[in-house]
């Protein structure tokens, strides 16, 4: 079946550092793949995705790559903010007919100022 | 604000209990998706509705059941409760079925049995 494996940290990291969290996934056919992110208290909300390999999405400063030959959608951005702490979660959208998302078991990021 | 609705935020009852959850989706949206978020388990899913219709099982205990009504809102039944239900109950929608479209999520409902 589908699965996704992401770091589940914390990820502790100072204002302005690079950040990258690794996610991997394991799915028939072609999936499309999606970060979301989850704020104390609040749903998930899509951060960005890619439909398709060698697609980049990206979104306020996040960037993730569809790699179909290592089956990996890493998330990246160039210089975190107090702000960005929090939930990040990747998924997996099977390729074809109705199901459900799966998800990696997210990674708390921690931003410290 | 995701426009999806979820209520209500928090419901506490006991063991043996039946609840309702509800769900409106973002206006103009077709499917409906239920997931539970637990500490163990991560995040599930348990149905998807398109259009009123059943599309989708994913981990669904027989004792839980959900319907959509012709409005599009969704309700989910959980029968028999038991200490492990406890968990974040989110309600996902999206415009159409296929899973290239983004689900949007909302704010969950959290579900305390004691």
């Known amino acids: 079946g589908n699965s996704v494996t992401q770091m589940e940290g914390p990820v502790t990291l100072s204002e302005e550092a690079f950040l990258t969290i690794n996610c991997t996934y394991t799915?028939?056919?072609?999936?499309?793949l999606f970060w979301y992110v989850q704020y104390p208290g609040e749903g998930l909300q899509l951060l960005l995705k890619?439909?398709?390999?060698?697609d980049k999405g990206s979104n306020k400063g996040f960037e993730a790559t569809y790699r179909k030959e290592t089956t990996s959608f890493h998330l990246e951005k160039g210089s975190v903010q107090v702000s960005d702490s929090a939930v990040y979660f990747c998924?997996?959208?099977?390729?074809?007919?109705?199901?459900?998302?799966?998800f990696g078991k997210g990674t708390h990021l921690i931003i410290q100022p | 604000d995701s426009g999806v609705t979820q209520t209500p935020k928090h419901l506490i009852t006991a063991t043996g209990q039946r609840v309702t959850l509800r769900c409106s989706p973002r206006?103009?949206?077709?499917?409906v998706y239920w997931y539970q978020q637990s500490l163990d388990q991560g995040l599930q899913f348990l149905i998807q509705?398109?259009?009123?219709?059943?599309?989708a099982k994913g981990n669904i205990l027989e004792r839980f059941s959900a319907q959509q009504f012709p409005d599009l809102h969704s309700e989910l039944n959980l029968s028999s409760l038991e200490l492990g239900d406890s968990a974040l109950y989110f309600c996902?929608?999206?415009?159409?079925?296929?899973?290239?479209?983004?689900?949007?999520f909302g704010d969950g409902t959290r579900l305390s049995i004691l």
């Open positions: 206006s103009g949206d077709l499917s």
């Open positions: 998924a997996l959208g099977a390729g074809g007919g109705a199901d459900g998302l799966t």
């Open positions: 996902a929608s999206s415009v159409g079925q296929g899973m290239n479209q983004p689900q949007h």
């Open positions: 509705y398109y259009n009123g219709e059943e599309r």
């Open positions: 799915a028939t056919g072609y999936p499309s």
């Open positions: 890619a439909t398709k390999a060698d």
